[in-house]
């Protein structure tokens, strides 16, 4: 995905290290490869910006895989033949930073980007090595692509779901793109102009915003080895035992 001047310009002057970062998309998408998403068109944006910056990335299509329903990390324990999500969830937790991607279905997130949220919570219950729950120290975002209304609603309940879950949520972490209501050209389809939505402001701002204060939250938790371990040990409600329960309805 080409930058835009400007966004190529703050790349160009960084002077801080983020070499040693990690970035995964999620994106939750209906539509498998190798058809197009628009929603990964809007994640290249930010991937480009990561990648500039030495932040090695990954995007996954959770649709392509085959993953159970449910709230436990491996389904296949619980009934389901087949699961694909824990080896997803290992790259989850190889990540500094998570953003999930989604479309806008009647207002809503879709339905892959609940069923992942779904998964994340989950493996929640785990702890990390300082007793607190396992997602502490990453970070978390969104993007939203659509032709209603909606960005903001879809990002209020993905990003509501990773902070309850131990992700910190920087500033200005989430941006999207939504085009006049009802059917019509979506963001990266070719308009008389050229691509719809890759001239709007208002998207190209946040977006480069989002990943930007994704990086610098990475930065300062991975320096200083993450959230401080005081007063939000779940161990330390647990008698000094691992809280090792699945299911997130006992936390």
């Known amino acids: 995905m080409a930058l835009s001047e400007k966004q190529s310009r703050l790349c160009e002057e960084n002077e801080t290290d983020f070499s040693n970062l990690s970035a995964l998309f999620l994106n939750c998408t209906l539509k498998p490869n190798p058809n197009e998403s628009h929603t990964e068109t809007l994640i290249e944006v930010s991937q480009s910006i990561f990648e500039k910056n030495q932040v090695s990335t990954e995007v996954i299509r959770p649709v392509d895989c085959n993953i159970a329903p449910g709230v436990y990390p491996d389904m296949t324990e619980h009934g389901f033949e087949e699961d694909d999500w824990p080896e997803i969830q290992q790259k989850v937790m190889d990540a500094n930073i998570l953003i999930i991607g989604s479309p806008i279905w009647l207002g809503e997130k879709s339905s892959v980007a609940t069923k992942v949220i779904e998964r994340l919570y989950g493996y929640s219950g785990n702890l990390n090595e300082k007793g607190q729950y396992a997602y502490y120290g990453r970070v978390g975002g969104c993007l939203i692509t659509g032709n209603e209304d909606g960005i903001k609603h879809c990002s209020m309940s993905i990003l509501y779901g990773l902070q309850h879950l131990g992700y910190v949520i920087p500033p200005q972490a989430d941006a999207g793109w939504i085009g006049e209501a009802g059917p019509g050209p979506s963001y990266g389809d070719e308009g008389e102009d050229g691509p719809v939505g890759f001239d709007n402001e208002f998207t190209q701002r946040n977006t480069t915003f989002m990943t930007w204060n994704l990086m610098h939250m990475a930065r300062m938790l991975d320096q200083s080895g993450g959230i401080p ?23």
């Open 229 to 251: 371990a005081h007063g939000n040990q779940r161990s330390e409600w647990e008698a000094g035992c691992r809280f090792d329960h699945p299911n997130p309805e006992h936390r």
